[in-house]
């Protein structure tokens, strides 16, 4: 079992809808969980962070944890195509830990 | 954020060769990391650079492949050695923002490809 999951896509939404991006993981002392944004051919940028069960909104972004299911999630609320990207979820355990990443694709 | 440089940006070496990439951040971090992201895959952990002592390596990782130095606290270099085409993969800088539970932030990253 992968310590970091997430489905690789594509995951096609269209402009303006809200894409939902899943992740789990597998340690249950995992403390921080964090989401980076990966366009093509450039390095990961941090999006979101969250430490503790509940939601958390930054602008069209909200991230969900349920500690107690080992899922992390990300909604992005009237996706633009600048959202096109890939979207890493990462978790800290004993250190940082990616997932393989969704691929986001936001149609016109 | 801190900013990070890191170069050169890319490259195409000859194998048997080896190449080192620098990472110089504009502020003093505790926590210096490397990763290797080979095509089409996630971030996976090289070492963790340690200011004044030898870098840890994770599983699958070891020195005299990936030596590293870590001379001050806003400059690391990873060299990667007598390389072959499987080393092609971007290799990227980070630096942790406080302690080991916080986010790290990147560097642009060297795209490395070897012939």
């Known amino acids: 079992q992968k310590e970091v999951e997430q489905n690789s896509g594509p995951l096609s939404v269209p402009e303006g809808a809200i894409a939902s991006l899943n992740c789990t993981y597998s340690?249950?002392?995992?403390?921080?969980f964090f989401w980076y944004r990966q366009y093509s051919g450039k390095s990961p940028e941090l999006i979101m962070s969250?430490?503790?069960?509940g939601d958390k909104e930054d602008g069209r972004f909200t991230a969900q944890l349920n500690k107690a299911s080992q899922y992390v999630s990300l909604l992005i609320r009237d996706s633009q195509p600048s959202d096109s990207a890939t979207y890493l979820c990462?978790?800290?355990?004993?250190?940082?830990?990616f997932g393989t990443g969704t691929r986001l694709q936001v149609t016109l | 954020s801190a900013v990070i440089s890191q170069k050169p940006s890319r490259d195409i070496c000859q194998r048997g060769t080896s190449l080192t990439i620098q990472c110089q951040v504009d502020s003093q971090v505790t926590m210096m990391f490397w990763y290797r992201q080979q095509p089409g895959q996630s971030l996976t952990l090289i070492a963790t650079?340690?200011?004044?002592?030898?870098?840890?390596?994770e599983s699958g990782f070891v020195i005299d492949k990936f030596p590293i130095s870590r001379p001050n606290l806003t400059f690391s270099t990873l060299t990667v050695s007598n390389m072959s085409p499987e080393d092609s993969s971007i290799y990227l800088c980070s630096v942790g923002t406080g302690t080991s539970n916080q986010p790290q932030h990147f560097g642009d990253g060297t795209r490395l490809s070897i012939l």
């Open positions: 650079a340690n200011q004044g002592s030898e870098a840890t390596y």
């Open positions: 969250i430490y503790s069960n």
């Open positions: 340690d249950r002392v995992s403390q921080s």
């Open positions: 990462a978790v800290v355990a004993s250190k940082l830990t």
